[in-house]
């Protein structure tokens, strides 16, 4: 990935075909060593690609991909009942806990 972001900050700074020596300097510049056989392979794999196609064309695979986050399937209907009344304990102890947090700061910023 080191190899990978240098190699990306490097087009953006103009240099549309970054050599080895470039993505050492970028890396060196920063106090990271470079892994000689892992940036061979990865400017053998970039070699005459355009960076971004390449972006393109992960992103309309990773479009393709599903992310998870949609909540699962729906809880048995007597689980939901058993549950409720331990979500609505909850609520008070959720009060709480903010005038807590809100005692905290006692008027004093953390640059004041």
């Known amino acids: 990935m080191k190899h990978l972001a240098a190699y990306l900050l490097l087009g953006l700074g103009g240099n549309s075909a970054p050599s080895a020596d470039d993505i050492k300097e970028v890396l060196s510049s920063v106090g990271i060593e470079s892994d000689d056989k892992r940036l061979k392979q990865l400017l053998s794999e970039l070699d005459g690609k355009d960076v971004q196609d390449l972006i393109s ?56």
């Open 57 to 112: 064309e992960g992103s309309s695979k990773l479009a393709s991909v599903p992310s998870g986050g949609s909540g699962g399937a729906a809880a048995p209907s007597g689980g939901a009942a058993a549950g409720g009344g331990a979500a609505e304990e909850a609520k008070p102890a959720e009060k709480e806990e903010e005038k807590e947090e809100s005692d905290e700061d006692m008027g004093f910023g953390l640059f004041d």
